[in-house]
């Protein structure tokens, strides 16, 4: 699979040093609030979320959301879905929102307007990539592990047509794999 790669953009060193960080932030933001509710965007922030929260010195509860962005082409669609719900009550509780990538940021958008709706005392956003020539909103997060070319990438949760996940790095897909006449 890495020979489907044209470059690593981030190593598994330095994404594991960003996320000890990012834990270490959001620890520190978090210290006076008490428990920590965290909603992590499945299944592109799986591998993030799973490592990040081992990083995160607070009492936390943790759902998952699957929202449908992709679907299988290299750009975001113009609606994305909302396929799952949460069984977690956010009402009065600190929310901290885990995707995977902000590239247009229409479904963080629209994630976080959804949780605004269920009440939280606070709601912030943590993403592990952001794309900023290809925002399309107003919204910027509150916590980024990095801020990225805008390149097509997978690994380390993130995918194309849901191959690519299980990379212990983060790298750009070569062109001629993003579009396989069959998997391999």
Same mark, same amino acid.
């Given at each position: 699979?890495?020979?489907?790669?044209?470059?690593?953009?981030?190593?598994?060193?330095?994404?594991?040093?960003?996320?000890?960080?990012?834990? /270490?932030?959001?620890?520190?933001? $978090?210290?006076?609030?008490?428990? &920590?509710?965290?909603?992590?965007?499945?299944?592109?922030?799986?591998?993030?979320?799973?490592?990040?929260?081992?990083?995160?010195?607070?009492? &936390?509860?943790?759902?998952?959301? /699957?929202?449908?962005?992709?679907?299988?082409?290299?750009?975001?669609?113009?609606?994305?879905?909302?396929? +799952?719900?949460?069984?977690?009550?956010?009402?009065?509780?600190?929310?901290?929102?885990?995707? +995977?990538?902000?590239?247009?940021?229409?479904?963080?958008? =629209?994630?976080?307007?959804?949780?605004? =709706?269920?009440?939280?005392?606070?709601?912030?956003?943590?993403?592990?990539?952001?794309?900023?020539?290809?925002?399309?909103?107003? &919204?910027?997060?509150?916590?980024?592990?990095?801020?990225?070319?805008? +390149?097509?990438?997978?690994? $380390?949760?993130?995918?194309?047509?849901?191959? $690519? /996940?299980?990379?212990?790095?983060?790298?750009?897909?070569?062109?001629?794999? =993003?579009?396989?006449?069959?998997?391999?």
């Amino acid at each position: 699979m890495l020979d489907d790669l044209h470059s690593v953009l981030v190593t598994q060193p330095v994404l594991q040093k960003r996320v000890e960080e990012l834990g /270490r932030e959001i620890s520190e933001k $978090y210290r006076d609030t008490g428990e &920590l509710t965290v909603v992590a965007i499945i299944n592109g922030a799986i591998v993030f979320a799973a490592d990040l929260i081992r990083h995160i010195d607070l009492p &936390l509860r943790l759902d998952c959301l /699957r929202v449908s962005s992709y679907r299988d082409d290299t750009k975001p669609v113009s609606s994305p879905e909302i396929i +799952d719900k949460l069984r977690l009550d956010l009402k009065d509780r600190h929310v901290l929102l885990i995707d +995977d990538i902000m590239d247009t940021g229409r479904t963080s958008e =629209q994630v976080l307007e959804m949780l605004r =709706q269920m009440g939280p005392a606070s709601l912030r956003l943590c993403v592990l990539l952001e794309k900023r020539g290809r925002r399309e909103v107003d &919204l910027e997060p509150d916590f980024v592990g990095f801020s990225i070319p805008d +390149d097509f990438v997978v690994g $380390y949760g993130l995918d194309f047509a849901e191959h $690519y /996940r299980n990379l212990p790095c983060i790298g750009v897909l070569r062109p001629e794999a =993003q579009n396989p006449p069959e998997w391999r």
